[in-house]
């Protein structure tokens, strides 16, 4: 059974940096695509960045700040924030997709920017 499950959101000053980690477990197969994914309450979910294939595309809003990196085997992936803003304050969530294995979404975590 494959489980996501994220680490590293908490607080941050504006300005300041996290770095957040995200592994889905359960699977010998390597996912084709993983991505991470804000929400904020009330708002449409957001792509922040995501890794398809060969490919990394991110959010406009994050582009410049975030970077996202896989490790080049199994299926971890993280995502350096830096030069966060207060906007930047959502849930974290991490979603794996394998043409074999299907949609797997984790819990989520959750980062705060303020000061």
């Known amino acids: 059974q494959v489980q996501v499950v994220e680490s590293g959101g908490g607080l941050a000053q504006p300005g300041g940096s996290l770095r957040l980690s995200c592994t889905a477990s359960?699977?010998?197969?390597?996912?084709?695509?993983m991505a991470w994914h804000r929400q904020v309450p009330g708002k449409v979910r957001e792509l922040v960045a995501e890794?398809?294939?060969?490919?990394?595309n991110y959010g406009d809003s994050v582009k410049g700040r975030f970077t996202i990196s896989r490790e080049s085997a199994g299926n971890t992936v993280y995502l350096q924030m830096n030069s966060l803003k207060p906007e930047d304050t959502a849930a974290y969530l991490c979603h794996a997709h394998g043409f074999r294995q299907g949609n797997y979404w984790g819990q989520g975590t959750q980062v705060t920017v303020s000061s």
């Open positions: 890794i398809r294939g060969d490919k990394i």
């Open positions: 359960g699977s010998t197969v390597r996912f084709y695509n």
